[in-house]
């Protein structure tokens, strides 16, 4: 289990507004979801949804669970006490029957949040409680990294409504003709990699140029798609490349991942929870793209939460994509994905 390197540390100055605040509450939303479709499998009873929701947001709110919830988590939020201090479960409770009223009157009370100058919705002024920014804690570095330079000034032509999608798509055409038949390519190479892998124990160097470089594309490709940059994504490892993509190459490779058939089977297995984040995530990437059109196309500039949102998930898909193919054996770590 990794320990965290230092801890975050709370400002309860910097307030969270209200559409970094909608985008996580979507993530938890996902979890919501996906809970209420296992219940409905077993169970079939609203009451046992209502009670994990309960369960969910007063046990993660409250300082016993953290503060935050996986949303809060992916936004980089925290609920405190206005002085700073953590949430009891009684609080926590409190705070939880406050968003449900809020709710009730046809959500007032928690747009209530976009107008207060406190950014305190209905059900924070119940708990006497606030959303803060609050930084991700510093985990041990990963051997899969993502990086991707801030949009300076982003076009607004991309970020008019319907139209902006639609002339990506159009200028797209070629590229994604093209990542087809990368990804035929790149299929038939994972057939051929496992070889080596399980003969010797080493990633061939041919294979982890291409692999590497064919994900490296698709980053690419999906950063021109979400707005996070403006250059067309050639099929180009260019260093001046806004998005960038590294793996350090390990010593050895495992040779277990590499058995035919079996190893890939139990590398989906156990990679069931990380599929199941990536979906409840994708509740917040439609919202998150649905929402930042609008800042981009009357000012110019490209919301900052946006842009930590859609990074820390695009990074941690690339990790995903990179365990399955066998760049590393390091698991994509789960429970701070966010890093």
Request: charged share 10%; glycine share 8%.
């Amino acid at each position: 289990m990794d320990v965290p390197v230092a801890p975050s540390v709370t400002q309860p100055s910097i307030r969270v507004g209200f559409w970094e605040r909608v985008v996580a509450f979507a993530v938890d939303l996902g979890v919501i979801s996906f809970a209420n479709n296992i219940q409905q499998l077993l169970v079939n009873s609203g009451w046992v949804t209502f009670v994990f929701a309960l369960v969910y947001f007063v046990y993660l709110w409250s300082g016993q669970g953290g503060g935050r919830t996986w949303g809060m988590r992916v936004m980089g939020q925290r609920v405190v006490r206005e002085d700073g201090s953590t949430l009891s479960l009684t609080t926590s409770l409190i705070r939880f029957a406050g968003l449900c009223l809020s709710f009730l009157v046809i959500g007032i009370g928690v747009i209530w949040v976009a107008f207060d100058p406190k950014k305190q919705g209905w059900h924070d002024k119940f708990a006497g409680s606030l959303v803060a920014a609050d930084a991700p804690a510093a985990f041990p570095a990963h051997p899969v990294q993502v990086t991707i330079d801030p949009p300076a000034s982003p076009s607004q032509l991309w970020a008019i409504p319907i139209l902006g999608i639609l002339l990506k798509f159009i200028v797209l055409i070629p590229v994604l003709i093209a990542i087809f038949f990368v990804g035929l390519a790149l299929f038939v190479a994972l057939v051929v990699i496992w070889i080596p892998v399980l003969v010797n124990g080493r990633y061939p160097a041919w294979g982890r140029d291409f692999v590497i470089w064919a994900i490296r594309w698709s980053l690419q490709i999906n950063a021109f798609v979400y707005g996070l940059t403006d250059r067309y994504p050639v099929p180009s490892s260019a260093p001046d490349h806004p998005v960038r993509f590294t793996v350090e190459t390990p010593a050895t490779s495992s040779r277990g991942w590499a058995v035919p058939i079996v190893g890939l089977l139990a590398k989906f297995v156990i990679l069931i929870p990380t599929y199941v984040l990536l979906s409840w995530a994708g509740q917040g990437l439609g919202l998150v793209l649905l929402i930042a059109w609008a800042p981009d196309l009357f000012t110019g500039t490209y919301p900052t939460w946006a842009y930590r949102f859609l990074v820390a998930y695009m990074r941690w898909s690339a990790r995903v994509d990179a365990y399955l193919a066998g760049l590393t054996d390091v698991y994509p770590r789960t429970w701070h994905w966010e890093q």
